[in-house]
């Protein structure tokens, strides 16, 4: 019943040996599809992040199913485009930390947003961690791969949330999905403050 909060909790403690933000420390140099589809799964952040999306979206049942991790994509690759083409956004890293506490609060306290604000909450992180992966791509070999790559494991992550979450609808299971938001949450925390 509290496997996905054990399974969270013991990959946070062991990655955040890495660093804050590892995804973003390293360039997708040389980089193609394979190189994007990796890539979430190399950084503790964007990884906690997608799988919170799915999460919540579980949570709230319905359209949200599709509409929220719908928009955290959509977003993503708008500030990826802007990241990309140079624009410059502050505080990209402490946004994708704060995606992981506020993402994290949202799943712990099962927070019953309508389905357009909760994609707003969502959009809002997406465009940092776009933004973060879209600087990236001018040193990659190809960059329409690489992001096509990017998009797909993204979407997966987030898959992988709202099947979880699905599969965990019973009183137990929603207690391991809360425990396992605060979990994301302490991460992000560490993230802000611990680097």
Not at 79 to 84: C, E, N, P, Q, S
């Amino acid at each position: 019943m509290y496997r996905l909060f054990i399974f969270i909790l013991v990959v946070a403690v062991s990655l955040l040996q890495h660093g804050a933000a590892q995804a973003h420390l390293y360039g997708a140099t040389g980089a193609g599809f394979e190189g994007g589809f990796v890539h979430p799964f190399s950084g503790l952040d964007h990884m906690l992040a997608m799988v919170a999306v799915g999460l919540w979206a579980a949570q709230r049942g319905g359209k949200a199913l599709w509409v929220v991790p719908g928009a955290f994509i959509f977003v993503m690759v708008l500030g990826g485009l802007a990241g990309f083409l140079g624009l410059h956004l502050p505080f990209v890293e402490t946004g994708i930390a704060a995606s992981l506490m506020v993402l994290g609060l949202l799943v712990a306290f099962a927070l019953p947003l309508h389905v357009a604000a909760m994609a707003a909450v969502v959009g809002l992180f997406a465009f940092f961690h776009g933004h973060a992966h879209g600087t990236e791509l001018p040193e990659a070999a190809s960059p329409a791969a690489y992001a096509g790559g990017f998009v797909l494991a993204t979407a997966a992550l987030h898959a992988f949330g709202v099947g979880t979450g699905l599969l965990l609808k019973r009183p137990g299971g929603q207690i391991a999905v809360r425990l396992s938001g605060a979990a994301i949450a302490l991460v992000g925390l560490f993230f802000v403050f611990g680097a």
